[in-house]
């Protein structure tokens, strides 16, 4: 059974973070995809697990005495 792309259609490129906001891949990940082995794929897909785990993790930047 192939690897499914992680993509879901939400094509932004974020330069900060430095891959797409709805899939989790830099740009060269992404042009890849196709040409990579289902091994490689399988390893790219538990780097974007790590990528978007680490995006819920940051600490959120308050303001205010209060927090909000």
Do not use: Q
């Not at 059974?1 to 992680?6: A, F, Y």
């Not at 992404?30 to 289902?38: F, N, Y």
């Amino acid at each position: 059974m192939p690897v499914k792309s992680p993509c879901i259609g939400v094509c932004v490129l974020d330069p900060a973070a430095g891959y797409c906001t709805g899939c989790f891949r830099t740009g060269d990940e992404i042009g890849a995809w196709m040409g990579m082995s289902d091994g490689s794929k399988k390893r790219l897909l538990e780097t974007i697990r790590k990528r978007r785990l680490s995006t819920i993790s940051e600490p959120l930047i308050t303001t205010g005495d209060k927090g909000l």
